[in-house]
């Protein structure tokens, strides 16, 4: 059983960083895509951010790119999501997913296994 654990949340102002992180344990990490999604309050989990284990390609949603940036750890099973430039409607509980399908995280939004997640707050 795959398990993931996402920190690095906080509350923020508007136009600073944070850096998140996800550490998983329990699986063979070679076979799995690793991504970011978010759900802010009322609304639906939206894709982030998708990394392959293998290569490090990187896929990102519309709304963040050039701001957020993926990036794994093959060596200590983590990645990470370094947020610059924050807003306000960046505000949401942000979860780290795997998959052994990069296509089922970055265009199905679906994944085999999921984080607890961690707050992100971004105030005006």
């Known amino acids: 059983q795959v398990q993931l654990e996402e920190t690095g949340g906080g509350l923020v102002q508007t136009g600073s960083s944070l850096r998140l992180s996800c550490a998983a344990s329990?699986?063979?990490?070679?076979?799995?895509?690793m991504a970011w999604f978010r759900q802010a309050p009322g609304k639906e989990r939206e894709f982030v951010a998708a990394?392959?284990?293998?290569?490090?390609?990187?896929k990102y949603a519309d709304s963040i790119k050039g701001r957020f940036t993926i990036s794994r750890d093959n060596a200590n099973n983590m990645i990470f999501l370094q947020m610059d430039s924050l807003q306000p409607e960046d505000t949401a509980v942000y979860y780290c997913?795997?998959?052994?399908?990069?296509?089922?995280?970055?265009?199905?939004?679906?994944?085999?296994?999921w984080g607890q997640g961690t707050q992100v707050t971004v105030s005006s």
């Open positions: 990394i392959s284990w293998a290569n490090g390609n990187a």
């Open positions: 329990g699986g063979t990490f070679s076979s799995y895509a």
């Open positions: 997913a795997a998959d052994t399908l990069m296509l089922r995280l970055w265009v199905n939004h679906a994944a085999d296994y």
